[in-house]
């Protein structure tokens, strides 16, 4: 079995606010976030999961769970990324998004990739 410390997932998150899917008059705030998941360690390893926790700026949360992203249960060779595209609605223009991806290496081991906390934002909405 691999150690899990020798597992290194790496994510890096862009957001953008979707103006034409939004409708601030009606509490409804959409947001785009492209992630990119990079296997940063020495053995591939298949994304199973998806855990998120979204806190809107009231402080109401929802969790996500599903499998894989955007219908994809990628292998992520060692050095590879896989990236995608998603979005969620706020009901404030202000959020953030924080997770887990569940994953599996080849050699069998799962194990959890965390996803720091990012923000979503309306321009301008912090200043």
Request: proline content about 6%.
């Amino acid at each position: 079995m691999t150690d899990a410390r020798l597992q290194k997932i790496l994510v890096e998150v862009h957001t953008r606010y979707l103006t034409e899917q939004s409708d601030p008059t009606q509490n409804r705030f959409a947001f785009a976030y492209t992630i990119t998941i990079r296997n940063a360690g020495p053995i591939a390893a298949t994304l199973l999961d998806r855990h998120w926790v979204i806190t809107d700026g009231n402080g109401k949360t929802q969790e996500v769970r599903g499998p894989g992203v955007v219908g994809e249960q990628p292998l992520i060779e060692p050095g590879a990324s896989h990236t995608y595209t998603s979005g969620c609605l706020l009901e404030t223009p202000v959020g953030s998004m924080q997770g887990s991806y569940g994953m599996r290496s080849v050699d069998g081991q799962e194990f959890r990739a965390p996803v720091a906390v990012f923000r979503l934002a309306r321009p301008n909405a912090l200043n």
